[in-house]
């Protein structure tokens, strides 16, 4: 069963401020890191990965940072908008490449 | 059509009913999987098909049963469930079963009582 009180660490930002959100990563061997972002009532949406042998990845409005050396993962949010809210998953592949596990996620809220 | 269609998007069941979950993709995706989701938890894998034959089993109960009767549909029967199965179902497709992009649907919210 669950644990009473049981609650989703928590980031509440200003709009338009930047968002920073932190995973731990366990496995070295993963191929992918990757970042999704579940809305309330919906499925996990994509938002962007990165390979092991890269640091940083850009894409529009976000980027990873990749630290292997202290197994960290982080996504930066620039100018966070409502929309923005939501709970944020880290994931990375297995030793095979063949599935996805998720990490504990992180709830955004976004003050107007 | 880029969407991900799961139905019921809610179910009630009673310990001894026989139910099923339906997930459809029209994307062409080769790869189909099945998560379980408690509140406030990451999603937890459970059966993966690639090509419509199953390719990955995360050690699930046999209560619960998969089946892809083609390269568009994902099943998955439930028979004789507990409480504690009670949970968020996720159905998602990728176009192969290594690309790190998949395509949730929206969920069954299953309750069983």
């Known amino acids: 069963g669950e644990s009473v009180g049981l609650h989703l660490p928590t980031l509440s930002v200003q709009e338009g401020d930047n968002s920073i959100i932190n995973c731990a990563y366990s496995?070295?061997?993963?191929?992918?890191f990757i970042w999704y972002k579940q809305e309330s009532g919906k499925g996990p949406q994509f938002i962007i990965d990165?390979?092991?042998?890269?640091d940083k990845r850009q894409g529009q409005r976000v980027t990873v940072l990749l630290n292997k050396t202290v197994k960290h993962l982080s996504l930066q949010i620039a100018a966070t908008q409502p929309g923005d809210s939501a709970v944020y998953f880290c994931?990375?592949?297995?030793?095979?490449?063949?599935?996805?596990?998720f990490g504990g996620g992180t709830r955004l809220m976004v003050k107007p | 059509d880029t969407e991900v269609t799961q139905t019921p998007k809610h179910l009630v069941m009673g310990m001894t009913n026989k139910k099923s979950l339906k997930c459809e993709q029209h994307?062409?995706?080769?790869?189909m999987y099945w998560y379980k989701q408690k509140a406030k938890k990451p999603p937890e894998l459970m059966f993966v098909?690639?090509?419509?034959?199953?390719?990955i089993n995360e050690s699930v109960p046999s209560r619960f049963s998969p089946e892809c009767p083609n390269s568009s549909l994902l099943n998955l029967h439930l028979h004789a469930l507990q409480p504690e199965d009670s949970a968020l179902y996720l159905c998602?497709?990728?176009?192969?079963?290594?690309?790190?992009?998949?395509?949730f649907g929206q969920g069954t919210r299953l309750t069983v009582v």
């Open positions: 998602a497709s990728s176009p192969q079963i290594m690309n790190t992009e998949a395509f």
């Open positions: 496995n070295s061997a993963s191929d992918y």
């Open positions: 990165i390979r092991s042998n890269m």
């Open positions: 994931a990375e592949t297995n030793n095979a490449g063949n599935m996805l596990t």
């Open positions: 994307m062409g995706h080769r790869a």
């Open positions: 098909y690639s090509y419509e034959k199953l390719s």
